[in-house]
């Protein structure tokens, strides 16, 4: 489903280049639950964004669904993306103009999703991520957990094929951290493919496989909790 | 979707309070500013459409130019030429000819003055005027008929049911009995001719003595042709009729080129259509208006319509980076640059469209003195035709893509990662921000000089001597035939002066800034000379407060033998020895020499905005005084008026009362321009007042984005003084490029309006240094506050405001 080959991304401001991904060689299956691990700074977002087509990579070859898609503009990147991804992050990155419900229904609105369908998809996202009873508060009046919910309940009101999460529970305590998780694990169980940033060793035990990052390269693949059981 | 956009960008709107009301409110302004010139200038362009035959109708003008080469464009003509055109002509079908007098009406309700309009018959058939009853063209073409409106029946009778009513009038030929056989509706507002009565022109006193003179002008022609406008061309038949009738003004020699050293016509057909925005043909009879002020009132417009599309996109940019996590956010969902664009600018539109409904009620609220101001009846409601709304529709959307497009391709240009991080690509955008502001400063600047400038100009003319104290000098009309002129002139002279508050009564033909005769004579070379002639008394000099410079002043004895010149006379005649020189052959009679008795001090009697022309002052032989001026006591002026207006009654009982103050008269001459100044006025309060509230929006942007930096600063160690400096440093620089752009633009712009005026101020630095030091202050005010608050601010809480 995901295959790269020599990836690399380069950022050059003024003062310095950065090489944030350097030769990224892998492959991703649909159904699988990929974890992201390394420490701070090694390219672990950067390689999400480009997996998640929210940019473009400097180098090497990306294919998703078989589409060579490392030279498409933003609005085919675009058309991709609203189709098959869904993205949860750290900073929940709700619109705060918008109420739960409003947030939730917004990629079904970009698809051009009819009135009453949408209203469906929207209800049973929410009723998944148990939301429905908060659908006319504003982000500001949820929990940090509860936000999140509301964003991974976005992330799936469109059944993508993949789920990118960078950090998700980043911000949370334990408890929500562990409810977000749950959310994430029934999903890929439901056969929507995860790839997932995070620090923390015990939600990569949610995973199948670890790839570890240190300076934009992949230093370690490795089979992990649900991949080994 | 459309309601998903409605609603996130009313609630965006509705968290961004202060910055959504400085949009709106810049954009009703500007709005309401730019519908107001819509409509004015609508409704100016509008004059006289609903005549049928319009596109054939026309008046005769003539562009006369001076030996000196100086063009007087004129519509009064001789009467003769009428006629001669008809015979002359196959391509002209039709004409009327019009003239202007004052009659007395002696109604149902008492006696009453009127203006009135002597024409021919064919008036009413050439233009559209509605008929209530009888038959218009039949009334002018009887001797005693009559024309009345609707109003002026009902003033008069109460009924417009008046065919073969009897009306007596006084006209200048005396009291005589006409018969109403036509009543028409008023003439529209949007009518050049405006009237209330009509006469036929054969009741014209001058009429029959005139009928055949070349040498007068006091007539305007109107003629129909027998085809559209475009398809004529006169120019032969307009010079044989002046080469046969009026050789001496004939344009060609027998070489066929034009002549030099003397006076000639150009006749020609001004299109009536036209006539209403020809301010060069202003008469008594047309009132056109000048396009050259709807430019400049729809220039005000533009400027602060353009100030609020400043506000509106230096805002957007200046708040961009709080909109890049929504923008990303919509971005990873699947939003395109389209969608982004869309989204931006139905923010705009809905923006604009709440700032029309506001205007819309401004407009209500104002309308009504905006009217009164300029005399006109503009209104919404009238405006029921497509072009007006197409014109505003299209102004609403130029408003939207101007305001709007530049941010809109901003945000919807961010890639979403960037979006995201909240990364501003384009750093340089800060350039484009002060830019604006520059360019907005500018503006405001521009239209503060011009308001200094027109407000200096107008106090300089008012404060100008005029060489006479208008002050205090009532002027009485006598509205009676011309026989009994003689009689009653000295009569009223007589009762006034008698009243203990009066202190000097003069007989003048009229008033100060009207009634001056150009009469020639001839000098020992026999060479021709003119200069203007006002007909007083022995008392005008006394009564005006002229200084008498040398000879003596008219006396009582004197008649037609003696004048007095002003100092411009002496001048421009070159008269080393003006007392005892003698006019040869004056006024076209060679055996009237009068000698000039004595030189007074030049006075303004037109505007300003002419120079002092040579002028000859001497009693009307005839004694047809029409007026008398009566300078008053300054104590109890209220008083004084009422005892005279009673001796007045009791003494002429068949003459109305009718005064009015001199100066009062005198102000009428700038009537223009005091409309143009209270405009001015308003338009530059208004436009700094929006580009204030737009730099303050800026500034709250700036602050609020340095408010970590302002704190760090102050822990180490900044004054509040240094802090105010640094916050200032942008907006001070901005203010003073901005006087770069400004200064010529404003400079070119208001010489070219100073030179209308004979006496006018210097446009120096003081009014330029002026307008930028205050544009400088209001924005150092409105800064001031905000980074006073800033400064000052506890630097943990400002630390804290992350
Ligand atoms: N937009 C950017 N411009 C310049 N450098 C960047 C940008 N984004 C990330 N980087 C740099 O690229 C490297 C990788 O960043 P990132 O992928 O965010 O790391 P991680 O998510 O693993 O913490 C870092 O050194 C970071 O400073
Ligand atoms: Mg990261």
């Known amino acids: 489903m995901i295959k790269t080959s020599g990836l690399k991304k380069l950022y050059v401001t003024e003062e310095v280049e950065t090489t944030a991904l350097n030769n990224i060689n892998i492959e991703i299956d649909a159904g699988e639950f990929v974890a992201i691990m390394g420490p701070s700074g090694c390219g672990k977002s950067t390689l999400l964004n480009v997996l998640g087509m929210l940019d473009n990579p400097t180098d090497g070859e990306y294919y998703f669904l078989d589409h060579e898609v490392s030279s498409y503009t933003e ?42 369908a949408r209203k469906e998809k929207v209800m049973a996202a929410m009723d998944q991520m148990s939301m429905t009873h908060r659908k006319n508060h504003f982000p500001q009046q949820l929990s940090g957990g509860q936000q999140q919910r509301v964003a991974v309940a976005r992330a799936v009101v469109a059944r993508p094929k993949v789920i990118l999460a960078d950090e998700p529970t980043g911000n949370l305590d334990s408890a929500n951290g562990d409810e977000v998780m749950g959310l994430l694990a029934d999903l890929n169980k439901d056969g929507t493919t995860i790839i997932m940033v995070t620090h923390a060793p015990q939600y990569a035990e949610y995973s199948n496989r670890v790839i570890h990052l240190l300076d934009g390269r992949v230093v370690s693949e490795k089979m992990s909790g649900a991949g080994r059981a | 979707m459309l309601k998903h956009y409605l609603i996130s960008t009313l609630r965006r709107l509705g968290r961004a309070k202060g910055f959504t009301a400085i949009n709106i409110i810049g954009m009703s ?25 319009l596109d054939r109708i026309h008046l005769v003008v003539n562009r006369s130019v001076s030996a000196s080469g100086k063009v007087d464009h004129q519509p009064w003509l001789p009467l003769p030429l009428g006629p001669e055109l008809l015979a002359t002509s196959t391509e002209i079908v039709r004409s009327a000819r019009l003239t202007l007098g004052e009659v007395i009406v002696h109604g149902g309700s008492g006696s009453f003055e009127e203006d009135i309009l002597f024409g021919e018959p064919y008036l009413f058939e050439m233009l559209s005027f509605a008929v209530i009853a009888g038959d218009p063209v039949a009334a002018l073409a009887q001797p005693d008929g009559l024309v009345m409106t609707r109003q002026s029946a009902m003033k008069h009778f109460g009924t417009v049911d008046l065919i073969g009513q009897p009306v007596s009038l006084t006209t200048e030929a005396g009291r005589r009995e006409f018969r109403v056989l036509g009543v028409v509706e008023n003439p529209p507002a949007q009518s050049t001719l405006q009237f209330q009565m009509v006469l036929p022109l054969q009741a014209w006193l001058t009429y029959t003595t005139r009928a055949l003179n070349w040498n007068a002008s006091n007539t305007h022609i109107l003629v129909e042709t027998a085809g559209p406008v475009g398809k004529f061309d006169l120019t032969d038949t307009f010079l044989a009729i002046l080469l046969k009738n009026r050789s001496d003004r004939a344009p060609v020699t027998d070489q066929g080129e034009i002549p030099t050293g003397r006076r000639y016509w150009n006749l020609s057909l001004l299109p009536f259509v036209e006539a209403h925005l020809s301010p060069q043909y202003a008469s008594g009879l047309l009132q056109p208006v000048d396009p050259q002020n709807l430019m400049i009132l729809a220039g005000f417009a533009a400027i602060l319509l353009i100030i609020a599309i400043f506000n509106f996109m230096l805002l957007a940019l200046g708040r ?50 905006f009217n009164k101001l300029l005399g006109r009846d503009l209104a919404l409601t009238t405006a029921t035709d497509l072009g007006f709304w197409a014109s505003l529709l299209l102004l609403v959307g130029i408003l939207v893509l101007a305001a709007g497009l530049y941010p809109a391709r901003k945000l919807a240009s961010l890639q979403p990662v960037q979006a995201l991080h909240g990364i501003d690509p384009s750093n340089p955008e800060k350039r484009s921000i002060q830019l604006g502001v520059i360019l907005q400063i500018s503006l405001t600047i521009i239209i503060l000089v011009a308001a200094l400038v027109i407000n200096k100009q107008m106090k300089f003319i008012q404060e100008q001597p005029l060489g006479f104290n208008e002050s205090q000098v009532v002027l009485y009309k006598i509205a009676t035939e011309m026989d009994e002129l003689p009689l009653w002139s000295q009569r009223l002279k007589e009762v006034l002066s008698r009243d203990s508050g009066v202190q000097s009564v003069a007989k003048v033909s009229y008033s100060v800034n009207r009634g001056w005769n150009r009469l020639g004579w001839r000098d020992n070379a026999g060479k021709p000379w003119r200069a203007l002639v006002k007909d007083v008394d022995e008392d005008y000099l006394k009564t005006m407060e002229i200084a008498l410079l040398s000879g ?30 003698v006019l040869d052959g004056f006024a076209g009679d060679a055996d009237r020499d009068p000698t000039i008795i004595g030189v007074f001090s030049d006075f303004h009697f037109f505007s300003l905005r002419s120079e ?17 001026l009566a300078r008053i006591a300054a104590d109890d002026v209220s008083g004084t008026l009422q005892r005279l207006g009673d001796s007045w009654k009791r003494a002429a009982p068949g003459i109305p009362l009718n005064y009015n103050f001199l100066d009062e008269d005198i102000q009428a001459l700038y009537i223009q321009e005091q409309k143009l100044q209270a405009v001015t006025r308003g338009a ?27 704190g760090i600063r102050k822990v180490l160690g900044a004054s509040v003084p240094e802090i105010m400096g640094l916050l200032s440093r942008r907006m ?6 901005a006087n770069i752009i400004a200064w010529p633009v404003a400079w070119i712009v208001m010489q070219k309006w100073l030179g209308s005026f004979a006496y006018r101020i210097e446009l120096g630095p003081g009014i330029l240094l002026g307008a930028a030091s205050l544009a400088l202050l209001v924005s150092l005010l409105t800064l001031g506050t905000l980074a006073m608050r800033a400064a000052t601010a506890n630097p943990v809480d400002s630390l804290r405001y992350e």
């Open chain 1, 75 to 116: 609005s085919q990147r675009a058309n991709l993306r609203k189709n098959n991804l869904g993205f949860v992050f750290q900073s929940f990155n709700l619109i705060d103009e918008l109420t739960v419900y409003e947030n939730v229904e917004l990629p079904l609105l970009y698809q051009k999703v009819a009135p009453a």
């Open chain 2, 320 to 369: 961009l980076q709080s909109r890049f996590k929504e923008v990303g956010v919509r971005r990873v969902v699947g939003a395109n640059g389209a969608d982004l664009t869309a989204m931006f600018m139905g923010e705009v539109l809905l923006t604009a469209l709440f700032a029309l409904g506001i205007s819309f009620l401004i407009l209500e609220l104002t309308l009504p003195s």
């Open chain 2, 684 to 710: 530059a309060i208004l436009a700094l007042t929006l580009s204030a509230m737009g730099l303050l929006g800026m500034a709250t942007i700036e602050i609020s984005r340095r408010t970590k930096e302002i």
């Open chain 2, 552 to 581: 003596r002043d008219l006396a009582a004895q004197d008649g037609e033998e003696a004048m007095l010149v002003n100092e411009a006379f002496v001048e421009a005649f070159g008269l080393d020895e003006p007392i005892g020189y």
């Open chain 2, 29 to 53: 302004v500007g709005l309401t500013g730019s519908v107001l010139a819509l409509l004015l200038v609508r409704y100016e362009l509008s004059f006289d459409k609903y005549h049928e035959r």
């Open chain 2, 732 to 737: 001070v620089v901005s203010s003073l490029l």
């Open chain 2, 612 to 628: 002092v022309a040579p002028m000859i002052l001497w009693k009307n032989p005839a004694e047809y005084y029409q007026y008398l």
